[in-house]
């Protein structure tokens, strides 16, 4: 049985704090969380039950409005053909450096050693997919005749690999997991419209499912998808003051079309090429999560992304009492399940410390204590896994509004709610982060005083240079132009024309600068 109720030892104990090293930070909280970890190849993760639950969760919220927005899943083959890739010259010099190739389809043993087997060399090398444009316009020359087929609405889970040279868990993988739509229309007004209506669909994904404010806008022409004539993009912006991009969204005009001579016959009777876009998030959502909402004791997770919700525990000291906290226990989550939380009952044979302590560290949303005195007084305890700070606030009286004693009734029925207020309060505070880490800034000696003086975040300034101007200030500063946001996501002090912060040109708007993973 379990020995008397210990206090739960602090999780903080186990990472390092975000103010002693970020990046190990940041590490520690996946592997505290059981979330991923390094596999045998380099720069590939192995996703953990923990952290796959999660990308479960944000492959069902999104596929939910991706079929909202009329589409459909299919699924495309891993491997290209090189002659596809090199159809759009753009698209196949942009991903060129990250491409893993094959050349033969068998192994054989000489003296010993396996190699490639010389009479397996295929005809032509096959790309392993870093993204599907290209193979896919392929498929869809032999979907599309005519305008009646358009517009033409697909979506594919799937993998992709790109050969990064520096790897981070989530961020930046050799391999990961994303969902890419391709669309194809019969008018660039369609495209363009699909463009803008996904990219407001993450927007609403990150803000009202992962609590994380966004900045939407579009990219510089330095920064757009190979091949796309237009790139639109979110932006989060993380604790330590580096931006995420957390989706892009791309007008690709008829250039893969083009590439794979798809067309169509028009009401007019005459031939055209298809207009197109392509969109796409990934794992790396995973990634913006732990950065904007985690802390010290591990792992934060918005309830509606968490896979446990709450997470019932009973405590006891004898077998007699085990039985009926068991019992409670079974109880309380029978009702939570009614009310479609998602909730587990933890009754390993394990110091309740213990397990106050995982959970905290993977980032359950609430736990549920029964206790011999609860059950005697008809009560549950409470305990939230964060509450918004106070100003001036002693840690010990957040630590106290942390937990509640309930009546019974009163508690359950208190969950529902506390999950929704909690959802809110990720997000309230995800933006106060953000918006103390943001600046109007006019000159070039503010922002470097920012960016090298005072950590940085997000710059709203004004530009008028030339991309060889941005590698400029990127060598100066490690800044780049995140996007050159939407009029209506441009703060009222940031408004208005001005002069760019580096050659002194007009400049019609601020754009969005930091730097960023």
Known sequence: MNKPVNQPKS??????????????????????????????????MVIRPHGYAIWEKMQRELDDRFKATGHENAYFPLFIPLSYLTREEKHASGFAKECAVVTHHRLKSVNGEVVPDPDSKLEEPLVVRPTSETIIWAQYK???????DLPLLINQWANVVRWEMRTRLFLRTAEFLWQEGHTAHATEKEALEETWRMLDVYADFAENVMAVPVIKGRKTAGERFAGALETLSIEGLMQDGKALQMGTSHYLGQNFSKGADVKFQNKDGQLEYVYASSWGVSTRLIGALIMTHSDDAGLVLPPKL????????????????????MEEASRVAAELK???????????????????YEWEGKGVPLRIEVGPKDLEKGSL???????????????DAQRRRRKAFLPRAEAIASIVPTLAAMQAELLERARKTRDARTRVIDNIAD???????????FAWVHWAGSPEQEDEMAKRFETSIRNIPFEDQIPAAAKGAGVCILTGKPSAQRVLMSKSY
Request: glycine share 8%.
């Open 11 to 44: 999780a903080s104990a186990a990472i390092t704090t975000r103010a002693q090293d970020y990046s190990q930070w940041y590490l520690d909280v996946i592997k505290q969380a059981t979330l991923a970890e390094h596999s045998a190849v380099r720069g590939c």
């Open 338 to 356: 009614a009310l479609g939380v998602a909730v587990r009952v933890d009754d390993r044979d394990m110091q309740p410390g213990a397990k106050y």
């Open 306 to 325: 968490a896979p446990v919700q709450v997470v019932v525990i009973p405590i006891y000291k004898s077998d007699e009492e085990h039985v009926k906290t």
């Open 381 to 395: 305890c409470i305990a939230r896994r964060f509450v918004n700070e106070i100003p001036g606030e002693a840690p």
């Open 142 to 148: 032999n979907w599309i005749q005519s305008y009646r």
């Open 447 to 457: 922002f470097e005083k920012f960016f090298k003086g005072e950590g940085g975040g």
